[in-house]
């Protein structure tokens, strides 16, 4: 059973960062991918940004020039840098590991104030 931990959600003001960490109880290089996605009440969950064990980085139209998402292999950790944040990116952020299935982790609070 594949764990994934995240942390660094808090609360912030609009234009604020935040710097959203995930750390996997096995190998994040054994998977095909990594990603970040986010939920909002009352909302489907929302795709937010991916990289590929290639190397290969995409993001959502939504946090696209906002969003950095980046890995440290030596760690164990996937980070999602969140910049300019507005009210409307707060959710619930999930880590997700691409392997022989999805695995997601627990989740962290993130909440933008106006």
């Known amino acids: 059973q594949v764990q994934l931990v995240e942390s660094g959600g808090g609360l912030v003001q609009a234009g604020g960062s935040l710097r959203l960490s995930c750390t996997g109880s096995?190998?994040?290089?054994?998977?095909?991918?990594m990603g970040w996605y986010r939920q909002a009440p009352g909302k489907q969950r929302e795709w937010v940004a991916a990289i590929t064990s290639s190397s290969t980085i995409n993001y959502g139209d939504s946090v696209k020039g906002r969003f950095t998402i980046t890995r440290d292999y030596a760690k164990n950790t996937v980070y999602l840098q969140m910049n300019s944040l507005k009210p409307e990116d707060t959710a619930v952020y999930y880590c997700?590991?691409?392997?022989?299935?999805?695995?997601w982790g627990q989740g962290t609070q993130v909440t933008v104030s106006s």
């Open positions: 096995r190998s994040i290089f054994s998977f095909d991918a």
């Open positions: 997700a590991a691409y392997g022989e299935r999805l695995h």
